[in-house]
């Protein structure tokens, strides 16, 4: 069976795992390009691999010296064999950690779906579908699915429907393992199987081995393709999907080693009208010696974040990340060939670079013993190790009063990206030193521009103090990423910094309203101050004295004397009522007093009114 399809990125994209026809495999880092793990299988060469799949779950272990148990979450590979054996690989121990038991396929493993929880399904060469148990490394059940023999497996997203492939595609019901439907159209076995959901409605994407086109299925009874996408190179080796609203973006490796991308909305695809690739992409070496040769590209994926990861190169892989929008229909990337790659010549006094077989001569004292194996043996010297607090204090950002270095915070940075920590962003992000800022952006890598762009965009709708931080990391990160910004494209950027420019909108919006209200209050604050300063002048020294005489005051003294002067009169009558015939004398003579009282009471202010009283007096 052809392992060319043995290959695939892990969930989070970090890592790309492959077996190729020498049966090793081989785990790579997509963001170092380093071979972190390399595993020879036993009896690789008699019963090689024949299926690969990566999951992760989550394994509870019991601590002895707690006796309590806890989930620990990590990545593990399925390894399905040629004699029918299905084993687990652990990327944490480098080593398998289990091999399933159980009757098991007599024949080879063709595919293997897991459901994201504690169930594989497995196909193989003996035309059954079996069902397996993780937890218990177990075989649960199995069913035939026809005649023919499975290349290919996959499930829906709810997990209610089994989807095997060789000529056809048939669709099961994960219950009763009973067939639904029957999709025909491909005229030799399919190789890549996957599916998805869109509004409600399951889709199919298959591959086969010679034909040339990609097949979309809408799970139905009508048994039909409801969109085709065309390959005009060769026929397809494996591909990725992404699936937003409703545009479906694919990116495809054909068997010529070349990548294809297609782009469409599924709401317009017909059966009737094929898609065409919108760009294709090849690379080339850049050695000008010779003539120009072609670099293989192995694997693409394309990123959650932007851009597509494609990894190039034969036995020695490279991986980097390219834009989705590419100017012209047929691109060619001219990349050195990694098996070229050679270590840079460098100035060194005591060390000597050889060339020709990139090695590097160590520089040594002179007062260095030489250890041969049998004295190296006896001599049982322990590593010296670095204390962990001494680690810590490395890793601290600006723990002291000398600039921190940016290459730390680079990786500090992208180490907060990858794990969405926000303590170890709110660490680098609080370097306000222009310099470190631009030495920092400068260090981070192309591929993590657009995910720290997003990171800022949520600082500055915080307060005002994040927003001032982020504005300062944007402005070096603009300045120093340009290039890579516009090679992202018109549609990804405004996507990427809409958020971004919105914010900066609503706040320049409300400047010219806050800067008024600022006006108005220092207004009211100097004239409060001025008043305040006014009044302490005042009271240490009186200038001036005024007594204000009211008219309320005056008022109420003359109904008080009015009131006086009432009972008097009072007083009068009584005795003129008892007095008899002197009545009247008394009354002439108390109305004169009357009459000096109100005008004593008066003061001396009306003249007029004392001339008509002692008229009257004369009179009487």
């Given amino acids: 069976m052809d392992n060319l399809h043995l290959k695939e990125f892990s969930p989070d994209q970090e890592l790309f795992a492959i077996i190729q026809n020498d049966g090793v495999l081989k785990i790579w880092d997509t963001e170092t390009s380093i071979l972190k793990q390399e595993y020879v299988p036993n009896l690789h060469l008699s019963s090689p691999c024949t299926a690969l799949k990566w999951i992760k779950i989550a394994l509870r272990k019991k601590r002895k010296s707690q006796g309590s148990e806890h989930v620990q979450g990590s990545y593990f590979i399925l390894l399905g064999t040629n004699t029918g054996g299905l084993s687990l690989y652990s990327y944490t121990t480098a080593k398998i950690e289990s091999v399933f038991s159980g009757d098991g396929h007599s024949k080879a493993i063709t595919s293997i779906a897991h459901d994201g929880a504690n169930t594989l399904y497995t196909t193989g060469l003996d035309s059954q579908v079996i069902k397996w148990n993780i937890k218990k490394c177990k075989q649960e059940s199995s069913f035939k699915c026809g005649p023919e023999k499975p290349t290919a497996i996959c499930l829906t997203e709810n997990g209610q429907q089994i989807i095997t492939a060789s000529k056809t595609i048939k669709v099961w019901d994960s219950n009763s393992n009973e067939l639904l439907y029957t999709l025909t159209g491909h005229s030799s076995d399919i190789i890549v199987l996957k599916s998805f959901e869109c509004n ?310 409300n400047l010219p309203a806050l800067m008024r209200l600022r006006g108005r209050l220092d207004l009211l604050v100097g004239q409060l101050k001025q008043n305040s300063d006014f009044d302490d002048e005042i009271h240490n020294e009186n200038l001036l004295t005024y007594e204000d005489s009211d008219d309320e005051s005056v008022n109420m003294d003359d109904k008080s004397e009015t009131t006086n002067n009432e009972d008097i009169y009072d007083a009068f009558e009584d005795d003129d009522d008892e007095a008899g015939s002197d009545g009247e004398e008394n009354d002439i003579t108390m109305n004169g007093i009357s009459k000096s009282n109100g005008k004593n009471s008066e003061g001396d202010s009306d003249e007029e009114e004392e001339s008509e009283d002692d008229e009257e007096m004369d009179t009487s």
């Fill in 200 to 509: 409600e409605e399951n889709f199919i994407l298959s591959a086969s081995k010679n034909d040339r086109n990609l097949s979309l299925w809408k799970i139905s009874e009508k048994g039909s393709a409801s969109g085709i996408f065309t390959l005009l190179n060769n026929s397809p080796n494996q591909f990725d999907y992404n699936v937003k609203d409703t545009h479906l973006n694919i990116v495809c490796i054909c068997r010529n080693e070349s990548l294809a991308y297609f782009t469409a909305d599924l709401t317009k695809i017909k059966s009737s009208k094929t898609v065409k690739t919108k760009f294709t992409l090849e690379i080339a070496s850049e050695d000008k010696s010779s003539a120009v040769k072609h670099i293989p590209v192995v694997c693409a994926s394309i990123s959650p974040w932007s851009g597509i990861i494609i990894g190039y190169g034969n036995s020695i892989m490279k991986f980097e990340t390219i834009p989705s929008q590419q100017e012209t229909k047929n691109t060619i990337l001219v990349r050195k060939d990694p098996l070229k790659m050679k270590v840079a010549k460098k100035d060194v006094k005591d060390g000597v670079i050889n060339e020709a077989l990139n090695i590097v001569t160590p520089v040594t004292d002179q007062n260095t013993e030489v250890l041969n194996v049998i004295s190296a043996k006896k001599r049982n010297q322990k590593p010296a190790e670095i204390p962990l607090g001494i680690r810590f204090e490395n890793l601290t950002v600006g723990s002291g009063s000398s600039r921190p270095n940016a290459k730390k915070l680079t990786y500090q940075l992208i180490q907060g990206l990858h794990g969405n920590d926000a303590n170890i962003l709110r660490n680098v992000l609080r370097q306000t030193d222009e310099e470190t800022v631009r030495l920092t952006v400068k260090y981070l890598p192309a591929q993590y521009v657009m995910s720290f762009v997003n990171e800022l965009s949520l600082l500055m709708s915080k307060k005002t103090a994040g927003s001032e931080m982020a504005l300062t990391w944007l402005r070096h990160l603009i300045q120093t990423h340009a290039s890579s910004l516009m090679a992202y494209g018109h549609i990804n950027l405004i996507n990427t910094f809409g958020t971004t420019l919105g914010i900066i909108d609503h706040r320049t919006q």
